[in-house]
């Protein structure tokens, strides 16, 4: 079983930045694609961007793309998300999500999350 840890979540004033981390407790880390997604409540997760196996390849929403960019290290087993000049708009919850095979912006494709980490933005 994969099992997922995020953390670096918390409150940052507008216009700054956080970084997310995705500890991964895996066999196999090198093999999975890692996707972050986002929730708040009354709507589905959101698709906010994705890193291939190995890292060399990586996909992201229309809104945070050249603003929100990921981040992998195999020997650490960690994903990361680099959250830039934040809004509050941008407060959410964010996760983040592993699968073997998917590669792609599907909610409903990926199997295994982590538990979520509350990132809250004030003005």
């Known amino acids: 079983q994969v099992q997922l840890l995020e953390s670096g979540g918390g409150l940052v004033q507008a216009g700054g930045s956080r970084r997310l981390l995705c500890a991964a407790h895996?066999?196999?880390?090198?093999?999975?694609?890692m996707g972050w997604f986002r929730h708040a409540p009354g709507k589905g997760r959101g698709f906010v961007g994705l890193?291939?196996?190995?890292?060399?390849?990586?996909d992201y929403a229309d809104s945070v793309k050249g603003r929100f960019p990921i981040s992998k290290d195999n020997a650490k087993n960690t994903v990361y998300l680099q959250m830039n000049n934040l809004k509050p708009e941008y407060t959410f919850q964010y996760y983040c999500?592993?699968?073997?095979?998917?590669?792609?912006?599907?909610?409903?494709?990926?199997?295994?999350w982590g538990q979520g980490t509350k990132v809250t933005v004030a003005s």
């Open positions: 890193i291939s196996r190995s890292g060399a390849a990586t």
């Open positions: 999500a592993a699968s073997r095979f998917y590669n792609g912006r599907d909610v409903d494709q990926y199997d295994c």
């Open positions: 895996a066999r196999t880390f090198n093999s999975l694609i």
